[in-house]
């Protein structure tokens, strides 16, 4: 049982330019959340979606971040337009249905680089 | 608003002594308390659980406490080596909500 995948492992965008990460949860795991690290700081929330609903994005900033986990395929985390500031460790975690009561098991996450 | 704060946050000790490593948090409604390994440029592997309803728990040399009343946790690892050199993150499940908070971390360092 694999656990949770994420990739690319290592992403670097230009400005403006448009930013992808991916998430496959583990096996049996319907709920994602996003969570981002920026440097030298801790995890921050920023959504949790369960499959094609979008459950809590109270996280996520207002504009440019937008994420989806459709039926089929993994969840994406989508960032248009990058800053600089936006160049940060993003992490996927994956629960199972009863997400309040289990372990939550995190990807080895995506590092974002703004150049 | 739920707040986690852990303490030290830094720790540097020679191999073979026990130690502690702290977190409290300031909404005592919690469903979990998560602790959690990260090591540089790597993603978290948790390490224990511990439900609401229960007081510790012990995976091999480590062994977490849960105070909900206080808002404490406390990670106890026996007889400390290289290999647990890391940051130890400490996570709570607020009743109220699906996401976990996360302390900013102890980054422990166990010097052969």
């Known amino acids: 049982n694999a656990g949770v995948m994420q990739n690319p492992r290592h992403l670097v965008r230009r400005r403006g330019q448009e930013a992808r990460l991916r998430c496959s949860p583990m096996?049996?795991?319907?709920?994602v959340y996003w969570y981002r690290q920026l440097p030298e700081e801790g995890l921050k929330f920023m959504v949790y979606?369960?499959?094609?609903?979008?459950?809590?994005e109270s996280g996520m900033p207002k504009e440019r971040f937008s994420a989806e986990f459709p039926k089929e395929g993994p969840s994406i985390l989508r960032i248009q337009q990058v800053v600089r500031g936006d160049s940060a460790a993003y992490f996927c975690?994956?629960?199972?249905?009863?997400?309040?009561?289990?372990?939550?098991?995190f990807g080895q996450g995506t590092r974002l680089t703004v150049v | 608003k739920q707040e986690v704060t852990q303490i030290p946050a830094a720790l540097s000790v020679p191999e073979g002594e026990n130690l502690v490593l702290n977190c409290s948090f300031t909404d005592s409604a919690i469903y979990n308390l998560q602790w959690f390994r990260q090591d540089p440029g790597k993603g978290l592997t948790s390490l224990l659980l511990?439900?609401?309803?229960?007081r510790e728990q012990t995976s091999g040399r480590l062994n977490a406490s849960l105070d909900k009343s206080s808002g404490r946790s406390t990670l106890y690892i026996a007889a400390s080596q290289p290999g647990d050199s890391a940051t130890y993150l400490c996570a709570v499940l607020r009743a109220s909500g699906s996401r976990l908070t996360f302390g900013e971390g102890t980054q422990l360092t166990v010097n052969p």
């Open positions: 511990i439900q609401s309803s229960q």
């Open positions: 096996k049996g795991h319907s709920h």
């Open positions: 975690a994956s629960s199972q249905e009863d997400s309040l009561l289990t372990e939550a098991f």
């Open positions: 979606l369960q499959k094609e609903n979008i459950i809590d």
